[in-house]
T-cell receptor
Framework: AQSVSQHNHHVILSEAASLELGCNYS??????LFWYVQYPGQHLQLLLK??????LVKGIKGFEAEFIKSKFSFNLRKPSVQWSDTAEYFC????????????FGQGTELSVKP | DTAVSQTPKYLVTQMGNDKSIKCEQN?????MYWYKQDSKKFLKIMFS???????INETVPNRFSPKSPDKAHLNLHINSLELGDSAVYFC????????????FGEGSRLTVL
């Protein structure tokens, strides 16, 4: 069965620090990859997505992610975090021909100290 | 205008009761989903409908019954509520059933006492 693993449960950073959140998935076929963000008390919003092409994708609010196929990884990065980035971050995978079903990682809680 | 809206946002009820959560999307999408987020914030798909047809039905107890009267609406009815049903239920929609790019509602927090 496909699964998604996020390396960190809770990350605490100071403002202006750099961020990297790890994500690995287990599936050998064609996948679409996503990062979603859930701000406190809010719904999930799409941060960025990878379908094909350039493995380095840029999303909203200065986030980017790199797809490394050989490592089954899709890590999220931001060079300089802000207090407003405090949120829960979810990596997710959808497998081709499975009706768009998203398989989510466990989530990483990011706390940014002002 | 809210793209994917759910009602109610909060629901507190007793064990054994039956309750429904409604979802509507005004994005013109063909596919809608229900996801459950547990107390550890883990998200798991429950159901998916494409143009009123059920296409994904995960291993969910049959006390949960989705209904899609048209492609803009996907409701979730839960019979004989149990303590373990307490969670946040998210509705989502997608322009097609294949990509996995979803637009989520704000969630409905169900608390079973």
């Amino acid at each position: 069965a496909q699964s998604v693993s996020q390396h960190n449960h809770h990350v605490i950073l100071s403002e202006a620090a750099s961020l990297e959140l790890g994500c690995n998935y287990s599936y050998g076929g064609t996948v679409n990859l996503f990062w979603y963000v859930q701000y406190p008390g809010q719904h999930l919003q799409l941060l960025l997505k990878y379908f094909s092409g350039d493995p380095l994708v840029k999303g909203i609010k200065g986030f980017e992610a790199e797809f490394i196929k050989s490592k089954f990884s899709f890590n999220l990065r931001k060079p300089s975090v802000q207090w407003s980035d405090t949120a829960e971050y979810f990596c997710a995978v959808s497998v081709y021909n499975q009706g768009g079903k998203l398989i989510f990682g466990q989530g990483t809680e990011l706390s940014v100290k002002p | 205008d809210t793209a994917v809206s759910q009602t109610p946002k909060y629901l507190v009820t007793q064990m054994g009761n039956d309750k429904s959560i409604k979802c509507e999307q005004n994005l013109g999408h063909d596919t809608m989903y229900w996801y459950k987020q547990d107390s550890k914030k883990f998200l798991k798909i429950m159901f998916s409908y494409n143009n009123k047809e059920l296409i994904i039905n995960e291993t969910v107890p049959n006390r949960f019954s989705p209904k899609s009267p048209d492609k803009a609406h996907l409701n979730l009815h839960i019979n004989s509520l149990e303590l373990g049903d307490s969670a946040v239920y998210f509705c989502a929609s997608s322009p097609s059933s294949g990509t996995g790019e979803l637009f989520f509602g704000e969630g409905s927090r169900l608390t079973v006492l």
